[in-house]
């Protein structure tokens, strides 16, 4: 049964349409990634799946059914916009947030005292959040997200307002929650990261699901639109063959619609071509984000 | 413990446990009372010139004089000298050595009058203490018992037909308590009220509303809020209470008044069953405002139009006081925004019939029931809308909500 199973939901404000007949569904202990540009839908489907709005149409099932008031202990929720009460100590902020999970005192106190620590936050504990910088209170979002150490995390943009220390430390939690065979659920438009964490992903365009499925089936999906060679000998023109790009030694090639990568093989060998490599280039999640959101390509 | 409690605790913590709270929730109202008593007493004993007074008796009534009996504090005992003639209290009143002097003719005891020179104003607390001084010595050979009564005056004491309420006219200050105690109700209403308005909308400022939503249901969040709320507006009470039981306690056997202070039965109801629903109704209104607004700011504005009916009857005090018991006067009790202050208005005032009082508290009931729900609905589809205000026609349309 999957962690998660969001099937044809839709929800519209007024006359938008945010989420359009959207369907994924996220599987037990899986670091799955939502993927998709500002505007998206992406952050509309989380409240969707978290029972904050009220689909017009769809089901959700969370945790192996609907969600109820119960299921939501069993779930860390992290918003893209970080929410703390400024005006109270960091510690009693946790407190109240643990305290809203189900924790007792006592397991609040040992839990952040702990958290606190491995994020070097111990000594600011006392401090009233708004006196805490930026990349601590985002560090202080993440522990109050894990504190009731949920069964399903969600986190929206969790590496925004970090620097490269910070997220390094943001990525391990999350590998090392996933390890621990937390389902995960990684909301982000970092695509490098998604793509160095998630197994599985679906993108979101307007609303709509434009691609969905395991990271290394949609990148071969991709593939075979550019090939890469190295060659001592210079290519100026080869039929099929869009744009030539050099790129550190080798050479890009940009197929037209159309082309395969076999035709330009048979290409290069027709003239002689000197080949020291030749390659089918797997394109990275940047480009098929760019040409799917440019291009507006649905492969589901 | 139910996550409910858990916001009412952080909400009352939040509130009660700052600088903010203790300096202008806490002091203001004790320190303004402390303040006007003060300066009361400061007004009334530089109004006491203790200079002595002259008299010239030609009459023989103060030939063996007694004492008055010593003036209530804050007064101070203005010293009576008795001089042989007009031109020896002439010449002290010259010199200053006393403020003024009285001359008795031969036949004041005749004709009651008496001639008094002074040459500044005269204050009313000498004037007094010589009057007094007079009346013990006209009334020093009766019986003291009668003598007493005639110098403290009848106690007229009107009584309602039921004989259930009395106001004596020593106490007149007890038809002011209820007045007085609506009013503090009321401003405690809206400071904490305000409270919670402004938790509502930086909760939806500072986004933490979105974390707080996937921990509660909104209907445990609102509750709590409301329960937190109101826990601070009656520690609020209970300690402005207690500052103004303190100084009455304390002040009792000197200052007389106090002494006559009561709060009758029917205050105490009309606090339970009217204040209290209504304390429930305006912080459910200021929960729906902090749900509806953006910042901070607007939800002023939209207190100021709710406040504006409760402060009404204040306004119509001379209507109210000429008349408690007319269609107007009933009117305003009935209608839930008006209720609270018109009712203890009346409550001073006159006899309120039961029926009115518990139609008064029933009406009060449904309408913050029926707030409570509309506050929850606002939440519930206003608690993520930011930069934006929630227009009152998208709280009724019908819509799924969370």
């Known amino acids: ?300 | 413990m139910n996550k409910l409690w858990h916001v009412a605790w952080h909400e009352y913590r939040r509130h009660v446990f700052t600088r903010r709270f203790v300096l202008v929730g806490l002091l203001s109202v004790p320190l303004v009372i402390l303040v006007l008593v003060g300066l009361i007493f400061l007004i009334l004993s530089l109004d006491v010139n203790t200079t002595p007074l002259g008299y010239v008796d030609f009459s023989g009534l103060l030939d063996n004089p007694v004492s008055a009996p010593a003036p209530l504090w804050p007064d101070k005992p203005v010293p009576v000298l008795p001089f042989a003639n007009e031109a020896d209290a002439r010449a002290a009143l010259d010199a200053g050595r006393i403020q003024a002097y009285y001359v008795l003719p031969a036949d004041y005891l005749s004709t009651g009058q008496l001639r008094v020179v002074h040459l500044d104003q005269l204050k009313s607390s000498p004037r007094v203490q010589f009057y007094d001084f007079l009346s013990a010595n006209l009334l020093k050979n009766t019986d003291p018992v009668i003598a007493n009564r005639l110098v403290k005056g009848a106690e007229i004491i009107v009584q309602s037909p039921d004989g259930t309420r009395n106001i004596s006219s020593k106490n007149w200050f007890n038809v002011l308590i209820p007045i007085v105690s609506g009013i503090a109700f009321i401003i405690a209403m809206f400071s904490t009220g305000g409270y919670l308005m402004q938790a509502v909308v930086e909760e939806k400022e500072n986004r933490t509303m979105e974390v707080i939503i996937t921990s509660v249901s909104p209907n445990q969040l609102i509750a709590g809020k409301i329960i937190g709320d109101i826990s601070v507006g009656l520690s609020q009470m209970i300690l402005w209470l207690v500052f103004i039981i303190i100084p009455i306690l304390a002040f009792r056997n000197s200052v007389t008044f106090l002494q006559g202070i009561q709060i009758g039965p029917q205050t105490l109801v009309l606090l339970g069953f009217v204040m209290f629903p209504a304390f429930v109704l305006v912080s459910a209104m200021m929960a729906a405002i902090g749900a509806t607004v953006s910042e901070a700011r607007e939800g002023q504005q939209m207190v100021g139009i709710i406040s504006l009916p409760i402060w009404v009857p204040y306004m119509l005090t001379t209507l109210l006081m000429s008349n408690p018991n007319s269609p107007l006067a009933v009117g305003l009790s009935l209608f839930p925004l008006t209720a609270p202050l018109t009712m203890l208005m009346r409550d001073g005032l006159t006899i309120l019939p039961a029926w009115q009082i518990a139609l008064s508290s029933a009406i009060l009931v449904l309408t913050a029931v029926a707030t409570i729900w509309l506050a929850g609905r606002a939440f519930r589809i206003g608690m993520l809308r930011y930069g934006k205000r929630l227009k009152l026609r998208e709280i009724f349309a019908r819509q799924k909500v969370y």
Request: with cysteine.
């Open chain 1, 1 to 300: 049964m999957p962690a998660v199973d969001i099937s044809h939901i839709s929800k519209s404000f007024g006359p938008v349409k945010a989420v359009d007949d959207v369907s994924f569904s996220v599987e037990k202990g899986e670091l799955f990634g939502l993927l998709g540009p500002n505007g998206a839908g992406k952050t509309t489907s989380l409240r969707v799946m978290l029972d904050i709005f009220k689909p017009e149409a769809g089901s959700v099932g969370i945790l192996g059914g609907p969600m109820n008031e119960a299921k939501k202990d069993r779930i860390g929720y992290m918003p893209e916009e970080r929410g703390l009460y400024q005006d109270i100590p960091l510690d009693r902020c946790l407190a109240y947030l643990g305290s809203l999970k189900g924790l007792n005192p006592v397991e609040v106190k040992q839990r952040s005292a702990a958290y606190l620590e491995r994020f070097d936050l111990a000594a600011y504990k006392s401090k009233k959040v708004k006196e805490l910088s930026k990349g601590m209170q985002q560090k202080a979002q993440v522990i109050a997200t894990l504190l009731h150490q949920p069964e399903l995390l969600i986190v929206d943009e969790p590496f925004g307002g970090l620097d490269p220390v910070n997220t390094q430390t943001v990525k391990d939690l999350l590998l090392e929650q996933h390890r621990k065979g937390v389902t995960i659920i990684l909301c982000s438009h970092q695509m490098h990261q998604v793509e160095e964490l998630c197994d599985r992903i679906v993108l979101i365009d307007h609303g709509k699901v434009m691609l969905y499925g395991a990271l290394h089936d949609i990148r071969h999906q991709f593939s075979g639109h550019s090939v890469t060679v190295r060659t001592g000998d210079l290519i100026t023109t080869l039929p099929g063959v869009e744009r030539i790009e050099p790129i550190n030694g080798t050479v890009k090639l940009h197929l037209s619609p159309g082309t395969a990568p076999q035709d330009i093989l048979r290409a290069l060998v027709a003239r002689n071509i000197n080949l020291e490599q030749f390659e089918i280039s797997m394109p990275t999640l940047d480009e098929i984000f760019i040409r799917v959101v440019q291009g507006r390509e649905v492969v589901a």
